[in-house]
């Protein structure tokens, strides 16, 4: 559906194209845009089409966002048509392959195609074969200008476009800086032996070019045998790239596997940390919740003794009163006794006067009985509510005790938890103590090995660089300047590899200083840390939140020191890369200086040949001059008698 869909919006833009140029539109073009090409890919091989239509298609082509690949070959676009489809694909954004083989392109069109080179960074391949690029120079170098700036381009097909042993050379100067290119075609030109010497010196230098096709070329063998081995030398490199890429990625990966499995442990860590100090605040919360609940008991149990002492009081009072109210009686029995001895109206009277108190006594002694059971109601209900608060009083203290103790196993509990952790925490710094040092010893060890081989290499590659010299020295002398021009610059390059390699040393070496002052560094965190601990041993018996506070602190310092670690072992395998690496260009070095020897000694008697094979033509030539040259005078003298004789005969006749 997307494909259909982007499909249909470029065949709207060319309509509107070729309405903006009062144009009717191609068929063609409307026929393979209504074939639904899959995956963004438009072909139009083989289809005629006039100046105005191009035009209109590379308007089309420029502002699209969906076309990937475009097939324009055997089209007849020639150099006016190859200007405006490279121009479209300059402000493309999505092109990835660009096939316009067969379409008579020369120079202004390669022109317009290396500017497009230049601008464009999303074309992978462009098939450019069968064009007449090679009838002048200066377009093939417009192509090499741009492969030069070009860093996307991975496949470049040149096939039979008649390219020279210059053009093929200046191909090879723009593969010496483009390090992107993977392959190239160029079966079926007039490269030659001059053209495969370019292409040999080129791949010294290029290692990325893994595929280059030179059928048809007329190649010496040993030639085309040592470009196949370069090729496949840098084959071989790429593979071994790949392989390191996914090793890289596979540490990466492990790397970030542990770096996760860090940080899962820490959060357990801090969870555990959480939920110890949840405990703590829990159990804090219920010893508060005890402590109020028992301070308002305690506070309800003395409301109850004020109560009950004032009950006791209030019976105390009314006890009094009844104390005085028998002594009331007692007084009017005795005034009683003494009225019996009065007469009868004082009987009588006294009767009456005994007969109220009488009843004012049994209306006091029913009031007194209704307080005392009023009272000792009271006083029951008091007790029994009394009995009940120390019920609950007792079962309140026992609900303490257990708490309490529930809390004591718990501290407890905590205090092993921290314990152990703390034994952890230290049992790990010490084994990443150890570990740090090993590492470090190792480290060192591998460094001193790393430096004596680089001495060794330095010391074979100046023995091999004074070799070179009394070579060139002898070659001097042998008179051959070519050759010694390129042993001059063979030198140049031997001794600026060697201040490049020196600039290495000296590098890595500030390198292994930086690292021993990191790791110098590390240690005095680790002392610093180590004090830490005492510190915390120290004041562990103080406070629990400090010993917390201190073992959060202790946890990020560990982690850092492991991620110091990290970027230290990961620094580490950088420089081992690094040695490994000088160590397989100073092989390669070693290598091509042998085969340029051997390549050298081969041109020097090769031309030593070719100079007596000239010396002997040349010989052979003198000797057919003098022959032609007595041939000539006899044929002179030859005519002179001739002529003689008809001049004689001619004035016989006249006689």
Same mark, same amino acid.
């Given at each position: 559906?997307?494909?259909s869909?982007?499909?249909?919006n470029?065949?709207?833009r060319?309509?509107?194209?070729c309405?903006?140029?009062?144009?009717?539109?191609?068929?063609?073009?409307?026929h393979?845009?209504?074939?639904?090409?899959?995956?963004?890919?438009?072909?139009?091989?083989?289809?005629?089409l006039?100046?105005?239509?191009?035009?209109?298609?590379?308007?089309s &082509?420029q502002g699209?966002?969906?076309l990937?690949?475009?097939?324009?070959?055997?089209?007849?676009?020639?150099?006016?048509?190859?200007?405006?489809?490279?121009?479209?694909?300059?402000?493309?954004?999505?092109?990835?392959?660009?096939n316009v083989?067969s379409?008579?392109?020369?120079?202004?069109?390669?022109c317009?195609l *290396?500017?497009?080179?230049?601008?464009n960074?999303t074309?992978?391949?462009?098939?450019?074969s069968w064009?007449?690029?090679?009838?002048?120079?200066?377009? &093939?170098m417009?192509?090499?200008?741009?492969?030069?700036?070009?860093?996307?381009?991975?496949?470049?097909?040149?096939?039979?476009?008649?390219? *020279?042993h210059?053009?093929?050379g200046?191909?090879?100067?723009?593969?010496?800086?483009?390090?992107?290119l993977?392959c190239?075609?160029?079966?079926?030109?007039?490269?030659?032996?001059?053209g495969a010497?370019?292409?040999?010196?080129?791949?010294?230098?290029?290692?990325?070019?893994?595929?280059?096709?030179?059928? *048809?070329?007329?190649i010496?063998?040993?030639?085309?045998?040592?470009?196949?081995?370069k090729?496949?030398?840098n084959?071989?490199?790429?593979?071994?790239?790949?392989?390191?890429?996914?090793?890289?990625?596979?540490?990466?990966?492990?790397?970030?596997?542990?770096e996760r499995r860090?940080?899962?442990?820490?959060?357990?860590?801090q969870?555990?940390?959480?939920?110890?100090s949840?405990?703590?605040?829990?159990?804090?919360?219920?010893?508060?919740?005890?402590?109020n609940?028992?301070?308002?008991?305690?506070?309800r149990?003395?409301d109850?003794?004020?109560?009950?002492?004032?009950?006791?009081?209030?019976?105390?009072?009314?006890?009094?009163?009844?104390?005085?109210?028998?002594?009331? &009686?007692?007084t009017l029995?005795?005034?009683?006794?003494?009225l019996k001895?009065?007469?009868?109206?004082?009987?009588?009277?006294a009767?009456?006067?005994?007969?109220?108190?009488e009843?004012e006594?049994r209306?006091?002694?029913?009031?007194?009985?209704?307080?005392t059971?009023e009272?000792?109601?009271e006083?029951?209900a008091?007790?029994l509510?009394n009995?009940l608060?120390?019920?609950e009083l007792?079962?309140?203290?026992k609900?303490?005790?257990?708490?309490?103790?529930? &809390?004591?196993?718990?501290?407890?509990a905590l205090?092993?938890?921290?314990?152990?952790?703390?034994?952890?925490?230290?049992?790990?710094?010490?084994?990443e103590?150890?570990?740090? *040092?090993?590492?470090i010893?190792?480290?060192?060890?591998?460094v001193?090995?790393?430096?004596a081989?680089?001495?060794?290499i330095r010391?074979?590659t100046?023995?091999?660089?004074?070799?070179?010299?009394?070579?060139?020295?002898?070659?001097m002398d042998?008179?051959?300047?070519?050759?010694?021009?390129?042993?001059k610059d063979?030198?140049?390059?031997?001794?600026?590899?060697?201040?490049?390699?020196?600039?290495?040393k000296?590098?890595?070496?500030?390198?292994?200083?930086k690292?021993?002052?990191e790791?110098?560094k590390?240690?005095?965190?680790?002392?610093?840390?180590?004090?830490?601990?005492?510190?915390?041993?120290?004041?562990?018996?103080?406070t629990n939140?400090a010993?917390?506070?201190?073992?959060?602190?202790?946890?990020?310092?560990i982690?850092?020191?492991?991620?110091?670690l990290?970027?230290?072992?990961?620094?580490?395998?950088?420089?081992?890369?690094?040695?490994v690496?000088?160590?397989?260009?100073?092989?390669?070095?070693k290598?091509?200086?042998q085969?340029e020897?051997?390549?050298?000694?081969?041109e020097?008697?090769?031309?030593?040949?070719?100079l007596?094979?000239?010396n002997?033509?040349?010989d052979?030539?003198?000797?057919?001059i003098?022959?032609?040259?007595?041939?000539?005078?006899r044929?002179?003298g030859?005519?002179?008698s001739?002529?003689?004789?008809?001049?004689t005969?001619?004035k016989v006749g006249?006689?």
């Open positions: 559906e997307k494909a869909l982007a499909m249909d470029f065949e709207k060319y309509k509107a194209a309405t903006k140029a009062r144009l009717t539109e191609s068929p063609a073009i409307l393979a845009l209504r074939a639904r090409c899959e995956n963004g890919s438009l072909d139009l091989s083989s289809t005629s006039n100046r105005e239509h191009v035009a209109a298609l590379a308007r &082509v699209d966002r969906n990937v690949s475009l097939n324009m070959e055997d089209m007849l676009l020639g150099d006016e048509g190859a200007i405006m489809v490279a121009q479209a694909c300059k402000l493309n954004t999505t092109l990835a392959s660009l083989a379409n008579n392109i020369r120079y202004t069109g390669c317009s *290396g500017d497009m080179l230049k601008a960074s074309l992978n391949e462009l098939n450019l064009n007449a690029i090679g009838v002048t120079e200066e377009g &093939v417009a192509i090499a200008e741009g492969l030069i700036c070009n860093n996307s381009l991975k496949k470049l097909d040149l096939s039979n476009c008649q390219l *020279g210059q053009a093929v200046g191909l090879a100067t723009s593969l010496v800086t483009n390090k992107d993977e190239i075609d160029l079966r079926w030109n007039n490269c030659g032996l001059i010497k370019y292409l040999l010196r080129m791949l010294h230098h290029n290692t990325t070019l893994r595929i280059m096709l030179l059928a *048809g070329n007329h010496p063998e040993d030639i085309l045998q040592a470009i196949e081995a090729i496949e030398k084959a071989e490199l790429y593979n071994e790239r790949l392989a390191a890429e996914g090793k890289r990625r596979y540490h990466n990966e492990e790397i970030a596997r542990l860090a940080k899962d442990q820490i959060t357990e860590l969870a555990e940390n959480e939920h110890l949840l405990g703590k605040l829990k159990l804090e919360e219920l010893s508060d919740q005890l402590q609940k028992m301070t308002h008991e305690m506070s149990g003395d109850i003794k004020t109560r009950l002492n004032l009950s006791q009081r209030d019976l105390e009072a009314r006890a009094l009163e009844v104390q005085d109210l028998t002594k009331t &009686v007692i029995r005795t005034e009683l006794s003494t001895q009065m007469s009868a109206e004082e009987r009588s009277q009767r009456m006067t005994q007969e109220k108190l009843s006594l209306e006091a002694r029913s009031q007194y009985g209704l307080k059971q009272s000792q109601q006083l029951q008091s007790l509510e009995k608060l120390r019920g007792e079962t309140l203290r609900e303490n005790d257990r708490q309490k103790q529930w &809390v004591e196993e718990n501290q407890q205090e092993k938890q921290v314990l152990d952790l703390k034994r952890q925490h230290e049992d790990r710094l010490l084994s103590k150890e570990k740090f *040092g090993i590492e010893r190792n480290y060192q060890d591998r001193r090995t790393a430096m081989q680089i001495e060794q010391s074979d100046q023995h091999q660089v004074q070799e070179t010299q009394r070579n060139m020295k002898v070659m042998s008179g051959h300047d070519r050759l010694m021009e390129e042993h063979r030198q140049v390059e031997w001794e600026r590899r060697l201040r490049v390699e020196q600039e290495d000296n590098l890595i070496k500030a390198e292994l200083d690292k021993q002052m790791i110098d590390l240690n005095s965190k680790n002392m610093e840390l180590l004090q830490q601990k005492e510190n915390v041993e120290r004041e562990k018996i103080r939140s010993q917390d506070r201190e073992i959060g602190r202790l946890h990020g310092e982690e850092a020191i492991k991620k110091e990290s970027m230290a072992t990961a620094s580490e395998k950088k420089q081992s890369m690094e040695v690496r000088l160590e397989q260009q100073i092989q390669i070095l290598t091509e200086q085969k020897m051997s390549v050298w000694e081969k020097t008697g090769k031309l030593k040949t070719e007596a094979q000239s002997q033509a040349l052979a030539s003198k000797e057919t003098t022959l032609m040259k007595q041939s000539e005078l044929r002179v030859v005519l002179e001739a002529l003689q004789s008809y001049a005969s001619s006249n006689m």
